[in-house]
């Protein structure tokens, strides 16, 4: 498959054609800065940075077609231009230096790697860096030392949610307890505590390469917000949501 840089994204006679200087209402996806990428959507209380989407009127079967073949050229220069002109759209509305941890997809897509690495590089050192199946986990292995806690009434409260069928998940703990639960909660290591308090007093910036559905990041959200997250971004490469 060849890439010529002529208009927009195409795909005339089996082939994608790249242009980042000019749009036309019949590409796939627009290149130039559109309005949905000069500011973040609030969904769920997150703020959501779309750097790029399907448009509206594609055949399905294009974007099908799209969603595939772009993960094939993350090598390629117009792909890779596409990804450093989405990371200066993002650290315009937000400096990426202001993010304290950066929440991946555990995926084989290159793409999602490639995104990933120029994001973390963008944000320096002092950002933590992790994918969404150590968060998942991180949940599983939370415990509750009660040897600290002195309120009784607490005590019983948390032993009620421990003896749930599920068994205790620090997501099932009604809002109200969370702040007071999380000055007893026990990690499996030094490094599951500190993602856990940066989950709660920093600013966390998920990342999707290809939004499909949009339940994989959905489920990522709520599962960090049950941790007491409040400052939440999302990073979209290319959405095919219609």
């Not at 909660?185 to 989950?199: A, E, G, P, V, Y």
């Amino acid at each position: 498959m060849k890439n010529n840089i002529l208009e927009g994204i195409s795909y005339e006679n089996n082939d994608f054609i790249f242009n980042f200087n000019n749009d036309k209402s019949t590409d796939i996806v627009n290149l130039k800065f559109q309005s949905y990428n000069k500011l973040f959507s609030t969904k769920n209380g997150e703020k959501v940075f779309y750097a790029y989407k399907i448009n509206k009127e594609v055949d399905p079967k294009i974007v099908s077609i799209i969603k595939n073949s772009i993960k094939q050229l993350e090598h390629e220069p117009e792909i890779n231009l596409m990804i450093n002109k989405s990371i200066i759209g993002l650290d315009s509305l937000y400096p990426i230096s202001k993010f304290d941890l950066i929440i991946s997809p555990k995926s084989s897509s290159n793409l999602n790697l490639i995104i990933t690495k120029k994001l973390k590089d963008k944000a320096g050192i002092n950002t933590i860096l992790a994918n969404d199946v150590i968060i998942k986990n991180l949940a599983d292995n939370i415990q509750v030392d009660y040897s600290k806690i002195k309120d009784e009434s607490l005590k019983n409260r948390i032993i009620q949610l421990i003896n749930m069928p599920s068994g205790f998940k620090i997501q099932n703990v009604p809002p109200r307890y969370r702040s007071a639960i999380s000055n007893y909660l026990k990690f499996k290591d030094d490094t599951s505590r500190n993602i856990f308090n940066t989950i709660q007093q920093g600013n966390v910036l998920l990342i999707d390469d290809i939004l499909t559905s949009g339940n994989t990041l959905l489920e990522m959200t709520n599962l960090i917000k049950s941790f007491g997250a409040n400052d939440i971004y999302c990073y979209i490469f290319l959405s095919t949501k219609k």
